[in-house]
Structures are given as structure tokens and as C-alpha cells.
């Protein structure tokens, strides 16, 4: 599985998640990181650390089966500051963490089957005030999700 297609379906998983402030809306979710955020909510995903796991087995003269572990960084600029006091752009955040944990949760192979083994929300990091964005700061909520997928990796010829 590669770093793309898990941002393009982290992107289509994300844009079901519904904007509490404008009924009938649903978050912006950015299948690449843009240059600027163009709107508000949007989602912005970052291929974090990786490790590999080689002793799974599923090794012969060809090649050999991998464990490929990936984190991923989805952060949900909610609001640019300046817009609203802290107390009230605090509160804008405030419904999302239900918001999205439901949708990221009902998404447990990340709507791809070709290699996934397992797709995990690992929490969040919190409502903040400082994400900064293209020289903006935002108030919003980084989300932490890994992506589990099973690959085969092959030899070099005559190794």
C-alpha cells in the first residue's frame, strides 16, 4: 500500500465527517497537503514514522513478506485564529472529537482491501490553539491514526 493511496482514502473517510456548525456540510479533507487552507473545517494528512516487521515469514528465493507500520498525523483546522475569542473557537473544536472518532472508527480497513491489515485511531492529541499552517494559525485537533498493510518485497536479481 502506498503513502498516496492512504492519504487519498484518509481524505475520502474524512470528508463524511459533518460540520456541526453548518447543517447539511461536511469537512474539507485534503487528499495532498495544499500550499494554503482554502476552508474551514479542512483536514490536512501527514505520512508520519514507519517500521518494518521482515520475520512474519513468507520468505523464499524471490522475495519476502513485510509488515509495513505507518503513522499518520490527520490534523482538522477548525477555525484561523482571530476569528472568535479562545473560549469560543475552543468551543468550535469541542464536537468533532465525537465526530470524528465515529467516522474514523466505522472505517476499520480504510476503505482499501488491497494490503491493509489493520487501521487503527489512536487518539488525539487535544484541541490547540497553535497550529500553524502556512504561516496562519488555527485553533483545531490533530488526530493520530496508523495504517497496518501486509507487502511483498522483492530480491534484487543475483543477491
Given at each position: ?98 465526530l470524528a ?7 476499520p480497513a480504510l476503505k ?48
Open positions: 500500500m502506498t503513502v498516496t493511496n492512504v492519504l487519498t482514502a484518509l481524505a475520502e473517510i474524512e470528508a463524511e465527517i459533518s460540520n456541526p456548525w453548518l447543517p447539511g456540510q461536511f469537512c474539507y479533507a485534503y487528499e495532498q497537503a495544499p500550499f494554503s487552507i482554502g476552508q474551514t473545517p479542512s483536514f490536512v494528512n501527514l505520512p508520519g514514522a514507519t517500521s518494518y516487521d521482515m520475520n512474519i515469514g513468507g520468505e523464499d528465493e524471490y522475495g519476502i513478506e513485510v509488515i509495513d507500520t505507518r503513522l499518520y498525523t490527520c490534523t482538522l483546522y477548525v477555525i484561523p485564529q482571530g476569528e472568535g475569542g479562545g473560549g469560543e473557537a475552543f468551543g468550535q473544536c469541542e464536537p468533532f472529537f465525537d472518532r465515529a467516522v474514523f472508527l466505522a472505517h482499501l482491501t488491497n494490503g491493509i491489515v489493520e487501521f487503527r485511531l489512536l487518539g488525539d492529541d487535544g484541541a490547540r490553539g497553535n497550529l500553524a499552517y502556512a504561516g496562519q494559525l488555527y485553533y483545531g485537533i490533530p488526530f493520530r491514526v496508523q495504517a497496518i498493510s501486509r507487502t511483498r518485497s522483492q530480491y534484487a536479481d543475483n543477491e
